[in-house]
């Protein structure tokens, strides 16, 4: 049990003032937003800030400081980007950030305390105290009460009194990762890298249908284990062993020894099998190399010492299909604040019918009809509420710009005039001629591209 008394203050009168059951959030909020200084200082904060919204969560304005200067101080990891400010608002408790990892406005500040205010359905405000060193649990569940009790939301599960260290309980919208890779790796079961993967330099082998993510896998397990070294995504190789033999060289030197993905292994040639044998089973130095290869596809040429080896080393991926709901969800918001940020739109809702829909419709069992989906509804949506947009029946492509390291170069032009095309039917209501005007082309040039691309 925590016991109150070991707080290094007794501030009865604010407390009082602040947790009173007959006192309305707004009158809550008021009480806490004058005295907010006054329970930095007594908590023994270096300083600290609390915002709020007027406008249901659209904006945060500052309404109370203690401890900035003039030009006060800009927290970046409390920019809608991270989703940090939504992990707030679905958790029960203060989250901390440390110094080492977050800029802080002291210097000398272990970390900040930060704790969410929210609405019915967003986020109404935060406040945020520096420590010179990290509270107590106590401290942190006093915290977590104030900021629950200052809420509308005021019947939260008060479970929170019960908990012994300051751990967020985050629902699955609220659910973020480094990337895709990241939520991969742990339905894989391997988000704590085994030594297989983890140990030296060596070779993985990623298997799953087309567009489940085992590009974005092999790219995160690259970031975990060597983010200081390049990365190549090779989708050709060359025939003969001695071009083959020069190209591996040059990439090894390219990548400054880090990792080489080749996407299709199921369609190496024979001599392409013998010649990775030969590779694998002298031992790779100092690179990594990572083979993905399709399910659904049976190997062109089999050269069986290669193919065991590979199966010595295999990571499945599941299709969509075969996901949880909780999973099924957090993939949603997980693309959905890819693609937000990527398209500037961090504005934009999901709402939880949208979410519903989202979840009964057939985009099929991999993550290409999935973001298809979102995309076109962001690139369609007016206002700040997602609306989605029905799913025809089409090819799954791929709307997201590739990385740098991807050669795809008519994937990377496909994904870029099927975005700029869709940016103007939306802003044209979907009238050619001036569609037309705008991209600089012909009309009869988009509506080749329309039909090409299968929009409309």
């Known amino acids: 049990m925590l016991n109150f008394k070991h707080l290094p203050f007794v501030q009865t009168s604010l ?37 709020l919204s007027f406008d249901q969560g659209q904006s945060l304005d500052e309404v109370a400081s203690l401890g900035y200067d003039e030009d006060g101080f800009f927290y970046s990891f409390l920019s809608r980007a991270t989703g940090n400010l939504d992990k707030l608002n679905h958790s029960d408790f203060p989250l901390w950030f440390s110094s080492e990892e977050y800029d802080l406005s002291m210097p000398h500040s272990a970390g900040c305390l930060v704790a969410g205010i929210r609405g019915d359905s967003s986020l109404e405000g935060f406040f945020l105290v520096e420590f010179l060193e990290k509270p107590s649990d106590a401290m942190f569940t006093f915290w977590a009460l104030a900021a629950q009790k200052i809420s509308e939301n005021s019947e939260s ?92 060289e040059e990439w090894v030197r390219m990548t400054n020894s880090g990792t080489i993905l080749i996407e299709g292994a199921q369609k190496f040639t024979g001599v392409q099998q013998k010649f990775f044998f030969k590779i694998l089973s002298e031992g790779l130095g100092d690179f990594r190399l990572i083979f993905t290869e399709t399910s659904e596809s049976e190997p062109t040429e089999i050269f069986r010492p290669f193919r065991e080896l590979l199966l010595q080393k295999t990571i499945s991926l599941p299709e969509i299909s075969e996901l949880s709901l909780f999973q099924k969800e957090s993939l949603v918001y997980l693309i959905l604040d890819e693609l937000k940020e990527s398209s500037g739109r961090e504005d934009l809702r999901l709402s939880e019918e949208s979410l519903q829909k989202i979840l009964k419709m057939n985009v099929g069992n991999n993550l290409s009809g999935l973001r298809n989906l979102l995309e076109e509804s962001i690139l369609s949506s007016n206002g700040s509420e997602i609306g989605i947009q029905e799913k025809k029946e089409r090819k799954d492509r791929i709307l997201t710009i590739p990385d740098s390291e991807d050669l795809d170069l008519r994937r990377a032009v496909e994904a870029v005039e099927r975005q700029k095309i869709l940016l103007a039917h939306k802003l044209f209501g979907g009238n050619q001629i001036r569609m037309a005007k705008a991209l600089g082309i012909s009309r009869g040039s988009l509506q080749y591209k329309l039909k090409q691309l299968e929009i409309g």
Request: glycine fraction near 10%; proline fraction near 5%; include cysteine.
């Open 15 to 51: 407390i009082h003032r602040l947790l009173l059951e007959n006192s309305s959030s707004k009158n809550k909020k008021e009480e806490f937003s004058k005295t907010f200084g006054e329970w930095i200082r007594i908590c023994d904060g270096l300083c600290g800030v609390l915002t």
């Open 157 to 248: 599960n008060l479970s929170i009194l019960k908990a012994n260290s300051p751990v967020s309980k985050v629902r699955p919208d609220a659910v973020r990762k480094e990337s895709i890779g990241e939520f991969l790796a742990e339905i894989c079961g391997i988000s704590d890298l085994p030594d297989w993967i983890a140990k030296g330099k060596s070779w993985i082998r990623i298997l799953g249908a087309p567009g489940v993510g085992k590009k974005a896998l092999g790219k995160w397990i690259h970031r975990t284990l060597s983010p200081e070294k390049g990365i190549l995504v090779l989708g050709f190789l060359p025939e003969q062993i001695s071009k083959l033999d020069k190209s591996l």
